[in-house]
């Protein structure tokens, strides 16, 4: 009992306390060691265990701990299970937690395990009446656990006390656990410690009095004032509950005839049912209505509501802190200084005045109590944080923004979704300013933004198809809108799909998409529907939102990720998704991360930087391409203070400000002053950072120093677009004359190919030869990119990354593979001119974008340092009850000059058989029908079709598929296994064949890669 002795002499030498009568500070005291008339009591077999308290997004660190309101649950006639109260206790627990949950306050229901006999014990036989009914033997039997009861009791309520003695204390017990609440009330009383004990709650309490002080209980209906218990009755009464005060008062229900607290000339049988009914609808309002009174009681203690002020440097603060519950008339409650820091005052009335010249953390000790009635005061610490105003800049996606001095945010780039927070879905290329001032923190993950004003609070804006903006609706908002009520958080981190925020208090929450379980909650799923609190009980100082992966750095330095870790971002040395904190491996300590899709990389409190994940591009920085799953160090020399990453590049801040980035640079990652296609270890960008650095997609800001790298859509902010540059060869090719459906349908199969190949030029002996007459191998791929409308909100495949993103990482696998000839199949426009953009116009992409967006879907691409182009055209096929335009080429390789046929078809899918027929009729035909002029055929593309694929194009024409098969002579055997994805070829052999769903692949699209070797002797 040290503990609790030395924290009331700390008590007694603060009272009495100031603005309070003497009574008032003496019960301060008393109420802090209320545990000491508990010293006494041995242990017992019975003991008290914790169930997991109830918090809001507002209940503080400390209060996890020590949470508002500590209920103590005491079962009795059979009741309850190890720390689980029974359905008696649970219906007023339950209720309390509730009510508590929606008042923002916080309940820790501890449970007194103690074993109790059901009541029909008491009985010696079901005969007649009740009361007539009761063996004393069995009664004896009965009562025995109310004594082991009492001291595991008091045993938890001084425990409690001692280590949180600002703790308000509720009691509630049934059948035998009321027994002991009745007792433990009454010893409280008589030490006069009842000054922590709020209340309490005795259902079917066997040791109720007559004419109680606790007034005539609750009950369906309830049993008479003029009524005793069942232990009061037949043994010695211990007297009553302790009369109601200002802040104190005990709730009694008890059903008339109950045989436990009411027994009469009821039938034993229904009497016994009676006390056994507590937990079922038949007491569901007498239950509710007990708890509410409860309740009331413990609501007059005020709990502050505000645990941090933020403000700005040299800015005057005048913050009136909230409060729950109090007096219910004005004041609610009065507030005390206890430490309060230079330039700074607290006022009785809770609000909070002064100027700050230095950015810090300035904690305020004060006590809290309400005025009338009068409570015990509390202590408590409200932080004020100050900062210097941020005039930085935060990328993400396509988007940028930032907080100026005077606190307003401004952001620029694209607007589709409401993303820049102006009203408007307009792209801007200059900043425009977001509605609403009392900006300190912004962040963009490019479809939406959030941001943190002065005051705490939490907003954001832009898309909400996962519940991006913190609710459980989807309505899209152009405005800043509040998420919760909070007004202690310091800062948030914003992704493409989902969001992290930290608060006071060293909680995170995430909220958002979390299929990927990147909300970091314990469980996957589509999304959330208010902000889940990640899991563990660290101190988090920061977070970071990228891609579908989350980070946090801890109090302790620790690094811990998780969400999607096919690239291994998470950095635990797994390529295993995970959807709690992991701690990064390494043993390193890291004061500030950064995380994008498939990479992260962190700062360490002496200045390294350390990146891992994916590295295609040199993202890494340690001079190699070779995903890591475990950090590695980034060589670079000097110290640095913070980290930020792209898609496909990183920059670091040194300590003097300049700016050194790796990876890609075909968009100018790399800063303005690097040169070349990219580096995989740090160059000098050309630009000084006065803070931070953060990445979008394929640009980066830091504060000081503006934003560089890709502008296709404004997000540099400069009033441009620009295009990146490329090489700009003209198409050799005319418009293609178009065939239309009616025509197409008319014709069939057979003209249709015949009028699309009648402008072909002849195929001389030299192009059937080779000049060389060198064999030609050349790496085929088919690769359906998953459509962009697809990934789009509103599009069926959602949980994708966006068209953009997956541009580059198409990118990585054609140039992984080597493949010089790639079949298309579902591009958008967007995405051929992303692709054409992220392969650095190395490709040839036909027909492209210059048909209109039927023709795109198919198109095929070719590496121009090996083919040219000989003719071109394309073949009207049917596609969803319409038709398309599908592409065919005839190449030439460079190197050999030998030439090639090439056709690559996307058909119809589902149910539309006859669409996929004729598509398939169509592509024999070609085959056939050119097969004349003694040039090998290629044929790709998702046909949408497995066997039937084979039979109905291979066999007839004596072609061959890249995954295997037979169909020389007349045979006609399928492979093994089969994609919908075909590289068939005539003339050739394949060998080296890939059927890739790799985890590249699958966060790429939803089909597998098939790439192959095809050998022309």
């Given at each position: 009992?040290?503990?609790?002795?030395?924290?009331?002499?700390?008590?007694?030498?603060?009272?009495?306390?100031?603005?309070?009568?003497?009574?008032?500070?003496?019960?301060?005291?008393?109420?802090?060691?209320?545990?000491?008339?508990?010293?006494?009591?041995?242990?017992?077999?019975?003991?008290?265990?914790?169930?997991?308290?109830?918090?809001?997004?507002?209940?503080?660190?400390?209060?996890?701990?020590?949470?508002?309101?500590?209920?103590?649950?005491?079962?009795?006639?059979?009741?309850?299970?190890?720390?689980?109260?029974?359905?008696?206790?649970?219906?007023?627990?339950?209720?309390?937690?509730?009510?508590?949950?929606?008042?923002?306050?916080?309940?820790?229901?501890?449970?007194?395990?103690?074993?109790?006999?059901?009541?029909?014990?008491?009985?010696?036989?079901?005969?007649?009446?009740?009361?007539?009914?009761?063996?004393?033997?069995?009664?004896?039997?009965?009562?025995?656990?109310?004594?082991?009861?009492?001291?595991?009791?008091?045993?938890?309520?001084?425990?409690?006390?001692?280590?949180?003695?600002?703790?308000?204390?509720?009691?509630?017990?049934?059948?035998?656990?009321?027994?002991?609440?009745?007792?433990?009330?009454?010893?409280?009383?008589?030490?006069?410690?009842?000054?922590?004990?709020?209340?309490?709650?005795?259902?079917?309490?066997?040791?109720?009095?007559?004419?109680?002080?606790?007034?005539?209980?609750?009950?369906?209906?309830?049993?008479?004032?003029?009524?005793?218990?069942?232990?009061?009755?037949?043994?010695?009464?211990?007297?009553?509950?302790?009369?109601?005060?200002?802040?104190?008062?005990?709730?009694?229900?008890?059903?008339?005839?109950?045989?436990?607290?009411?027994?009469?000339?009821?039938?034993?049988?229904?009497?016994?049912?009676?006390?056994?009914?507590?937990?079922?609808?038949?007491?569901?309002?007498?239950?509710?209505t007990a708890a509410d009174r409860a309740w009331a009681r413990a609501a007059l203690w005020p709990v502050p509501t505000t645990q941090q002020v933020v403000a700005s440097v040299k800015t005057p603060i005048s913050s009136q802190l909230g409060v729950a519950g109090g007096s219910t008339t004005a004041p609610a409650a009065r507030f005390t200084p206890v430490s309060v820091p230079a330039g700074l005052s607290l006022s009785e009335t809770g609000v909070v005045s002064g100027q700050l010249d230095a950015p810090g953390s300035y904690p305020i000790t004060y006590t809290l109590a309400g005025v009338s009635p009068a409570t015990v005061p509390t202590t408590h610490v409200l932080t004020v944080l100050v900062r210097e105003p941020s005039s930085g800049a935060a990328a993400g996606g396509q988007s940028s923004c930032a907080v100026r001095p005077d606190g307003t945010a401004w952001c620029q780039g694209r607007n589709d979704f409401g993303q820049l927070g102006d009203g408007t879905t307009t792209l801007r290329v200059s900043p425009v300013q977001v509605v609403g001032t009392g900006w300190a923190r912004i962040s963009t993950g490019g479809s939406f933004t959030c941001g943190v004003k002065l005051d705490g609070t939490l907003w954001c804006w832009g898309l909400n198809n996962f519940g991006q903006l913190g609710g459980a609706d989807k309505v899209t908002s152009v405005l800043p809108r509040q998420v919760g009520t909070g007004t202690t958080w310091s800062d948030v981190s914003a992704s493409w799909q989902h969001a992290c925020a930290t608060m006071a208090d060293g909680s995170a929450w995430c909220w958002g998409q979390n299929e990927r379980g990147q909300l970091g909650g314990g469980t996957n799923g589509a999304r959330s529907t208010a902000p889940v609190r990640v899991l563990g009980d660290q101190v988090w100082t920061s977070v970071t939102a990228g891609g579908w992966t989350s980070c946090g750095t801890t109090s302790s330095g620790t690094a811990y990720c998780w969400g999607e870790n096919s690239m291994g971002s998470v950095g635990d040395g797994t390529i295993t998704n995970r959807n709690r904190p992991t701690v990064v491996t390494g043993g390193l300590q890291f004061s500030q991360l950064s995380a994008t899709w498939g990479r992260t990389c962190?700062?360490?409190?002496?200045?390294?930087?350390?990146?891992?994940?994916?590295?295609?591009?040199?993202?890494?920085?340690?001079?190699?391409?070779?995903?890591?799953?475990?950090?590695?160090?980034?060589?670079?020399?000097?110290?640095?203070?913070?980290?930020?990453?792209?898609?496909?590049?990183?920059?670091?801040?040194?300590?003097?400000?300049?700016?050194?980035?790796?990876?890609?640079?075909?968009?100018?990652?790399?800063?303005?002053?690097?040169?070349?296609?990219?580096?995989?270890?740090?160059?000098?960008?050309?630009?000084?950072?006065?803070?931070?650095?953060?990445?979008?997609?394929?640009?980066?800001?830091?504060?000081?120093?503006?934003?560089?790298?890709?502008?296709?859509?404004?997000?540099?902010?400069?009033?441009?677009i620009t295009q990146a540059s490329m090489p700009a060869a003209a198409a050799t090719w005319g418009p293609v004359p178009a065939v239309s459906t009616q025509q197409m349908r008319k014709w069939g199969p057979t003209k249709v190919v015949k009028n699309a190949i009648a402008t072909r030029p002849d195929v001389s002996a030299k192009a059937r030869r080779g000049s060389k007459r060198d064999a030609m191998a050349v790496e085929v791929m088919t690769f359906n990119l998953l459509g962009s409308q697809h990934t789009a909100p509103g599009g069926a495949r959602p949980n994708f990354a966006p068209g953009r993103v997956r541009a580059e990482w198409a990118k990585n696998l054609i140039n992984q593979r080597g493949s010089t000839l790639i079949g298309l199949s579902e591009p958008q426009p967007d995405q051929i001119t992303s692709l054409d953009v992220a392969t650095n116009g190395d490709f040839t992409l036909y027909p492209g974008n210059s048909m209109g967006y039927d023709a795109a879907p198919q198109s095929v691409m070719w590496k121009d340092s090996e083919w040219s182009l000989?003719?071109?055209?394309?073949?009207?096929?049917?596609?969803?009850?319409?038709?398309?335009?599908?592409?065919?080429?005839?190449?030439?390789?460079?190197?050999?000059?030998?030439?090639?046929?090439?056709?690559?078809?996307?058909?119809?899918?589902?149910?539309?058989?006859?669409?996929?027929?004729?598509?398939?009729?169509?592509?024999?035909?070609?085959?056939?029908?050119?097969?004349?002029?003694?040039?090998?055929?290629?044929?790709?593309?998702?046909?949408?079709?497995?066997?039937?694929?084979?039979?109905?194009?291979?066999?007839?024409?004596?072609?061959?598929?890249?995954?295997?098969?037979?169909?020389?002579?007349?045979?006609?055997?399928?492979?093994?296994?089969?994609?919908?994805?075909?590289?068939?070829?005539?003339?050739?052999?394949?060998?080296?064949?890939?059927?890739?769903?790799?985890?590249?692949?699958?966060?790429?699209?939803?089909?597998?890669?098939?790439?192959?070797?095809?050998?022309?002797?």
């Open positions: 009992m040290t503990p609790v002795r030395a924290r009331t002499r700390r008590i007694r030498k603060e009272s009495p306390v100031t603005g309070f009568a003497p009574r008032v500070a003496q019960l301060a005291t008393v109420g802090l060691v209320a545990g000491l008339l508990l010293a006494g009591a041995t242990s017992a077999p019975a003991q008290a265990d914790p169930a997991q308290p109830t918090q809001s997004p507002a209940s503080s660190k400390k209060a996890t701990a020590c949470a508002n309101l500590l209920v103590v649950a005491v079962d009795g006639n059979g009741q309850g299970k190890k720390d689980t109260p029974g359905q008696a206790v649970s219906a007023i627990t339950n209720k309390l937690r509730s009510t508590a949950q929606k008042q923002g306050r916080s309940v820790t229901v501890k449970r007194v395990r103690i074993s109790t006999p059901g009541a029909v014990v008491t009985l010696r036989t079901k005969r007649g009446a009740g009361a007539s009914a009761v063996s004393k033997a069995g009664l004896k039997r009965w009562k025995k656990p109310i004594r082991s009861g009492v001291k595991a009791t008091r045993k938890l309520v001084n425990g409690q006390l001692g280590s949180c003695p600002d703790q308000q204390v509720m009691l509630v017990g049934y059948a035998q656990g009321a027994a002991v609440v009745h007792q433990v009330l009454q010893d409280l009383d008589k030490k006069d410690a009842l000054g922590k004990v709020v209340g309490a709650v005795t259902v079917s309490d066997p040791t109720r009095v007559r004419k109680s002080s606790a007034g005539r209980p609750l009950g369906s209906p309830a049993a008479a004032k003029n009524s005793e218990g069942i232990l009061t009755r037949f043994t010695k009464s211990r007297g009553d509950v302790p009369s109601a005060t200002d802040t104190f008062g005990a709730v009694s229900v008890c059903h008339k005839g109950d045989l436990i607290c009411n027994p009469s000339k009821v039938a034993a049988t229904k009497a016994l049912k009676l006390s056994l009914s507590y937990g079922s609808k038949y007491s569901r309002s007498a239950m509710r962190g700062v360490t409190p002496t200045g390294q930087v350390w990146c891992w994940g994916e590295n295609s591009n040199g993202e890494l920085g340690n001079g190699t391409r070779t995903n890591s799953a475990k950090p590695v160090q980034v060589s670079a020399s000097g110290s640095y203070t913070s980290v930020g990453t792209a898609v496909t590049a990183s920059c670091a801040v040194r300590t003097d400000g300049q700016v050194l980035c790796w990876g890609d640079n075909r968009y100018g990652q790399l800063g303005p002053a690097a040169s070349g296609s990219g580096s995989s270890t740090p160059v000098a960008a050309g630009v000084v950072a006065t803070g931070k650095v953060t990445g979008g997609w394929l640009h980066l800001c830091a504060e000081g120093a503006g934003c560089w790298g890709a502008n296709d859509v404004g997000q540099l902010g400069n009033g441009t000989v003719w071109g055209t394309t073949l009207q096929m049917p596609f969803m009850k319409s038709s398309r335009p599908q592409a065919l080429v005839r190449l030439k390789n460079r190197s050999t000059g030998r030439e090639v046929y090439w056709v690559n078809a996307h058909l119809s899918p589902g149910k539309m058989q006859d669409d996929r027929d004729k598509g398939m009729e169509t592509i024999k035909q070609v085959v056939k029908q050119l097969g004349g002029d003694g040039l090998p055929i290629l044929v790709t593309g998702d046909l949408n079709e497995h066997v039937k694929a084979f039979r109905r194009i291979a066999c007839p024409t004596q072609m061959n598929a890249a995954v295997g098969g037979n169909t020389a002579g007349n045979k006609c055997q399928p492979p093994a296994a089969m994609r919908v994805d075909w590289i068939f070829g005539k003339g050739g052999t394949f060998d080296n064949t890939e059927v890739n769903q790799g985890a590249q692949v699958r966060r790429t699209t939803d089909h597998a890669v098939v790439s192959s070797r095809f050998t022309v002797q």
